[in-house]
């Protein structure tokens, strides 16, 4: 049974920083992307950051600079590091992941499995 469980979540002031993990179980190691997506409220969901097998990355452009993807050596966890955070990144962050090589998407339509998301809040 594949599970994603993310923590981490919490309320900061701007310019303030945050660390989300995602716990990842059920998949075979070494095999999958893992991604970070954001609701935003009044908007569609939103790619924020993915990683892959080899350790490449891929940001949305609102967030490059500020916020860093990483995994552990196994992939059983993903991390995302935000810093230098504003108010526009206030919303829920689901962690998301497949089974893929390639890697190189933020498209949700292709991830299959979702964690159950955490709530971001960033105020002025």
């Known amino acids: 049974l594949v599970k994603l469980v993310e923590s981490g979540g919490g309320s900061v002031q701007v310019g303030g920083s945050l660390k989300l993990s995602c716990a990842a179980s059920?998949?075979?190691?070494?095999?999958?992307?893992m991604a970070w997506f954001r609701q935003i409220p009044g908007k569609e969901r939103e790619g924020v950051a993915v990683i892959g097998i080899d350790g490449r990355t891929l940001y949305a452009d609102s967030v490059k600079g500020r916020f860093t993807i990483s995994q552990d050596s196994d992939q059983s966890t993903a991390t995302l590091q935000m810093n230098s955070l504003r108010p526009e990144d206030t919303g829920i962050y689901y962690c998301?992941?497949?089974?893929?090589?390639?890697?190189?998407?933020?498209?949700?339509?292709?991830?299959?499995?979702w964690g159950q998301g955490t709530q971001v809040t960033v105020s002025s």
């Open positions: 059920g998949y075979p190691a070494f095999s999958k992307c």
């Open positions: 998301a992941a497949r089974l893929a090589v390639s890697c190189a998407t933020l498209d949700s339509i292709v991830f299959k499995n």
